[in-house]
């Protein structure tokens, strides 16, 4: 009997019936063998960026007069308090939203699809990726960069040059890129003429009326030997480990006119050989501007003090306390054979498991990062796993060999995560000559006047500065300066980082104040949010604030110093949105901090009364663009509901039967406008975050775009309704005291760099790629993650070490521009099973949900869920014919991998990829946005949560923080095997915690730590724990606090038992047992045992 939904060749599924897999392995082969080959072949990759984005132009400058002269035609003005009177009302009111539950009914169980099934990707709109058909067929799963130079930029590229063609293969011409020159991918690879418009003007980036200077001749000046002498390092500041210094003087000297205005970041940053300086003369004639002027800082390295964000704090890492102590001996290439000798693995590490026989490889506490193969002096000085890891720590010597494999070779950042680092403030940063690479710990001293970069092999001078340890006071030790001696360290960036003046932290506010809007009373909660914590929003003197609201038009609010208060102005006339007095809507939040509290006062009560039921976003985020053009900032959008008026309208596209059916869902944008207006957004230093509040369809996928390409964030908030969802409401106020004061960088930009041989070539996460392989960050906020991918491009026979950094150049919301540097260094191996060993089975599982991201918008949500499972059934492949010596029965992995089958099959029952009814389109939408943006951690917390038995807790194995004991209960499988009824279970699934009360849950247990005499007495709805006099509640609560204190996002607790809605949730989150669409882990395995032994 084959069920409906299953292919008829996959009859062996007819055998496993039982929930946890207790069918035997003997079924008839499950052979989907078509699907791999058909896959492959059909997935060439070679993407075209069918949008052409014509280049940012410059927000239009206001003419006065003209603004005057429409004025009076279009808008009306008036004082807050005649709102009411002014507006015309004449549409009726729309229902409020019915809460719908998600139903959790769907079909039968469906394995990884026939690729014939779904014979054609579904077409794609303009601004997405075509598979190309020309391309040859790639080995694998798009691991590898092809050799014909196709990439894929998913960030779409869009070059600085004036002319696009949109289109990313670069073997089709290119418009910035001379064709298929593979020095593209890397930045040191040759030296030969660039890209001519890499160093184009950027005019987007251009304050209007700036003159346009020279570029930077690109680096730190050339060091002179006699340019210092020795005598002057002794009047080296001592070294103060005080909090920040104080850097107003530096913003305050730069609002003088003359200043050298570069022509892109690209050059600032230093794009390595792309940034020549025989290219600069390409640009704009060179007069180096000098009336620019800067103090220049004194040598001294501050500790700049963590970040004390009132409410949820920030997560806990503080794992650098300051510079460390200098007791290693220099490292690098000079003695790689003293690194290498070292080389150790736990005998557990080489063990060969069969998972078919070992059913429970889930260890109890939190799976930790596998530490690289390193000497134990690397590894002591490496980059710490939770803000860079690598998905292989042992990096494959050739692309061949990483082909055997089967695995992807990727990075995975959290790069701005809050954490006590180093600071570095020195006019001299120190960097590669030839690809613009940071000192940083893995260099090697060929001797005290020379260093070899260990990305490039140049050999460059050591400057005469950099001679003295500003911390030990001693001369003649570069190789102990803190910058070799911290993978992780920012700069003080001088100004030859600077575009123009640092930027003011800027901050609009956009609401949705529709009918609808009013209904859930967000208002209230948003407003209320902000005036608690107006004080604490990063900033300095320089803050500025501004509001937008909108229905059917466009409300502004005049904030000018000394008026009596806030004026309204109303644009009724959204096709052509203009900024009425362009100079009082953001206004310095100090000079007006009581009209912006008036405002904040009166907002929620404004609109309380209005029947507008139409929502003209796109010209509210138009017309919020303009406002913040000049300055660039950070545009925060709450939105209720699908736009419905002027550019950016949108049509439900959600059809509630067909959400089960994996090919015909609409995850790709319906129109193009949120992606243009964010690229312009980013060109202008703006960066949207949407705060999405709506039960109903809204069209996430498309409005997502705001977000992704301007390097902003979507939060998701289904359903929020003041009274009837109380911890939807908790949730926002609790998000929001995290979003509003914690650290920001405003016109950031992000580079990573490798050693030579090594190549990126897909980006993954919210940014927009700007020339070949500059990220561009108008914002970047501490709970950003990024993924790359990587291919060996040239054999590293010659190296042993491999290296990676990350620059980010940001400006501070203290004006200061920083520059955060974090390095990796890995061992390169030369055999299939050291590649193996190395395998970081989270970061390729964070990687392949990245990559099935991509997939599902480019082809379909099948073809993800596909490439999904062949990427376990290849690589486990690989291993049997390779590396395995003796084909014993069962499925043997590397203890590397034993949990990668189970990390898939979560992956197929993640929001993102699931099939059946349960899924709403804009959850999904939203599940994959957390995906592309989350750090690897949250994101594999969503993925495969920890479940944990609470009724029994103890102090044994407790952790102690601050004088708080927290217990530290085992991790449980994923399965109801591991449920009594007799125990109450704690399932932390990142964002929501579910705490399932069994029926004989012990009265001990109900009363010490619920409050309740019964189980009937549970209330229905339980969202908190009441705080108990006893030692069970504390226990408990000091559990759950724990956990919800180390995330920047709210986790909503929900107490439940058997009749609850959302034990639906909970069971959905049992990865390891069937589902009603989805298979158990043991019939996975069976499936993929099946496939790998073929
Ligand atoms: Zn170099």
């Excluded at 803190?482 to 992780?488: F, L």
Aim: glycine share 6%; charged share 15%; net charge neutral.
């Amino acid at each position: 009997m084959s069920q409906p939904g299953i292919p008829a060749s996959s009859g062996a599924l007819s055998g496993l019936q039982a929930q946890n897999g207790a069918a035997s392995a003997s079924g008839s082969p499950f052979t989907n063998g078509p699907i791999q080959n058909e896959l492959m072949s059909s997935q060439g990759y070679s993407s075209q960026l069918p949008g052409s984005y014509p280049h940012l132009i410059p927000a239009k400058t206001l003419n006065p007069v003209s603004v005057q002269s429409k004025y009076g035609g279009s808008q009306t003005v008036s004082p807050l308090s005649n709102y009411q009177g002014l507006q015309t009302l004449h549409r009726p009111p729309v229902a409020s939203n019915a809460v719908t539950p998600s139903l959790h009914s769907g079909p039968v169980p469906r394995m990884p699809q026939h690729a014939s099934q779904n014979p054609a990707a579904t077409p794609v709109p303009s601004g997405s990726f075509h598979p190309g058909a020309s391309v040859p067929p790639p080995l694998n799963w798009q691991y590898n960069y092809p050799p014909t130079g196709s990439r894929t930029n998913h960030g779409s590229p869009v070059s600085s040059g004036p002319a696009l063609s949109g289109n990313t293969n670069l073997t089709t011409g290119h418009p910035y890129v001379s064709s298929g020159d593979p020095s593209l991918q890397n930045n040191f690879i040759k030296s030969g003429p660039a890209p001519p418009l890499v160093n184009s003007p950027l005019p987007a980036t251009l304050q209007p009326g700036a003159p346009l200077g020279p570029p930077p001749t690109g680096g730190p000046p050339p060091v002179s030997a006699h340019a210092a002498q020795k005598a002057s390092h002794r009047a080296v500041p001592q070294p103060s480990f005080n909090s920040a210094v104080n850097q107003e003087g530096i913003t305050s000297s730069t609002n003088n006119g003359s200043m050298v205005v570069h022509n892109s970041y690209d050059e600032i940053e230093g794009g390595g050989f792309l940034a020549t300086p025989q290219l600069t003369n390409k640009t704009t004639p060179v007069s180096r501007s000098v009336g620019y002027s800067y103090p220049s800082l004194p040598p001294g390295y501050q500790n700049t003090a963590p970040p004390s964000a009132a409410g949820m704090p920030p997560s806990s890492l503080s794992y650098l306390s300051g510079p460390q102590a200098f007791t290693q001996t220099p490292l690098g290439a000079n003695h790689l054979t003293a690194s290498m000798s070292g080389l150790s693995l736990h005998p557990e590490g080489l063990r060969v498991v069969n998972l078919l026989q070992e059913r429970n490889m889930l260890p109890p506490t939190p799976l930790q990062p596998p530490a690289p193969n390193l000497h134990e002096d690397i590894q002591k000085l490496n980059c710490n796993p939770e803000l860079f890891r690598c998905t292989l720590t042992s990096v494959p010597q050739t692309q061949a060999l990483l082909n055997k494999a089967k695995l992807p070779l990727g990075l995975l950042l959290h790069p701005f995560k809050d954490l006590v680092l180093p600071v570095v403030t020195s006019s001299t940063i120190v960097r590669c000559r030839s690809c613009r690479t940071y000192i940083n710990p893995f260099v090697s001293f060929l001797d005290q006047r020379r260093w070899k970069c260990n990305l490039c092999y140049q050999v460059n001078d050591v400057p005469e500065e950099f001679m003295y340890n500003p911390l030990t006071r001693v001369y003649g030790e570069p190789h102990k300066r803190p910058e070799v001696q911290n993978a992780t360290i920012e700069f003080m960036a001088p100004s030859e980082y600077m575009l123009r003046p640092p930027q003011p932290p800027v901050y609009l506010f956009v609401f949705d104040v529709s009918h609808n809007a009013v209904e859930t009373g967000y208002l209230n909660s948003v407003c209320q949010s902000l005036l608690d914590n107006l004080d604490l929003l990063p900033g300095n003197t320089r803050t500025k604030i501004g509001f937008i609201t909108f229905d059917s038009t466009i409300h502004f609010y005049s904030l000018q110093e000394g008026l009596s208060q806030p004026q309204m102005l109303i644009v009724s006339d959204i096709e052509d949105v203009f900024i009425p007095m362009p100079e009082n809507l953001l206004v310095n939040l100090n000079e007006s901090k009581e009209l912006v509290q008036d405002l904040l006062k009166t907002l929620p009560q404004m609109f309380t009364k209005t029947l507008e039921t139409q929502s003209a976003l796109g010209p509210a985020l138009q017309a919020a663009f303009k406002l913040m053009s000049p300055t660039g900032g950070r545009m925060s959008v709450f939105q209720t509901q699908l736009p419905t008026l002027g550019v950016g309208a949108l049509r439900p596209r959600e059809e509630p039967n067909h959400r089960s059916s994996a090919k015909e869902i609409h995850l790709t944008p319906s129109t193009d406008f949120y992606k243009k207006l964010a690229l312009d957004c980013s060109g202008q230093q703006v960066a949207v975050d949407l705060f999405l509040l709506s039960g109903q369809y809204s069209d996430l996928a498309s409005l997502g775009c705001i977000s992704r390409y301007s390097a902003g964030s979507v939060y998701y908030y289904p359903s929020y309704h003041h009274q009837h969802n109380p911890v939807q409401v908790q949730k926002l106020q609790k998000e929001l005291q995290r979003y509003l004061t914690r650290k920001i960088g405003f016109e950031a930009v992000m580079r990573i760099r490798c050693t030579k041989g090594l190549s990126i070539h897909t980006f993954h996460g919210n940014f927009f790629v700007r020339s070949t392989d500059l990220l561009s960050l108008p914002n970047v906020n501490p709970d950003a993650g990024y993924a790359v991918q990587m291919s060996v491009e040239e054999s590293l026979t010659d190296t042993q070490l491999v290296s990676f950094q990350s620059a980010l150049l940001y400006t501070s919301s203290k004006g200061e521009r920083r520059i955060r540097v974090h390095t990796l260094c890995l061992p390169v191996v030369s055999t299939l099973n050291e590649v193996f060993l190395g395998a970081d089975v989270q970061a390729i599982s964070g990687l392949l949900a990245n990559m099935a991201v991509d997939r599902s918008v480019t082809a379909s949500l099948s073809d993800a869920r596909d490439a999904l499972v062949n990427a376990v059934v290849d690589s486990l492949s690989a291993y049997r014919s390779s590396v395995l010596s003796n084909h014993q029965p069962g499925l043997m992995v590397p203890f590397s991998l034993r949990l990668f089958p189970l990390y898939v099959l979560a992956l197929l029952k993640q929001k993102s990829f699931q099939t059946g009814t349960s899924a709403r389109l804009d959850e999904r939408s939203f599940a994959m946005c957390q995906v592309k943006n989350q750090p690897l951690v949250y994101l594999m917390l969503t993925t495969h949560p920890n479940l944990y038995r609470v009724d029994n807790l103890s102090d044994e194995g407790a952790l102690n923080i601050n004088d708080r004991t927290i217990p530290q209960p085992p991790i449980l499988q994923l399965s109801v095997e591991k449920l009594s009824r007799d125990g109450a279970f704690l399932m932390d699934a990142g964002s929501v915690l579910i705490l399932w009360v069994g029926k004989n849950c012990g009265q001990n247990f109900l009363s010490q730590v619920l409050g309740v005499q019964s189980y009937a007495l549970i209330p229905h709805t339980m969202t908190d724990l009441p705080e108990l006099d006893t030692p069970e509640s504390a226990r408990t609560i000091a559990f759950i606090s724990w956990l919800r204190e180390q995330r920047p996002f709210f986790p909503i607790l929900y107490v439940i038992r058997d009749e609850s809605p959302m034990k639906a949730t909970f069971l959905q989150n049992m990865v390891e047992d069937r589902t009603e669409s989805a298979l158990s882990y043991y019939e996975f395995l069976l499936h993929i045992q099946q496939q790998v032994n073929k």
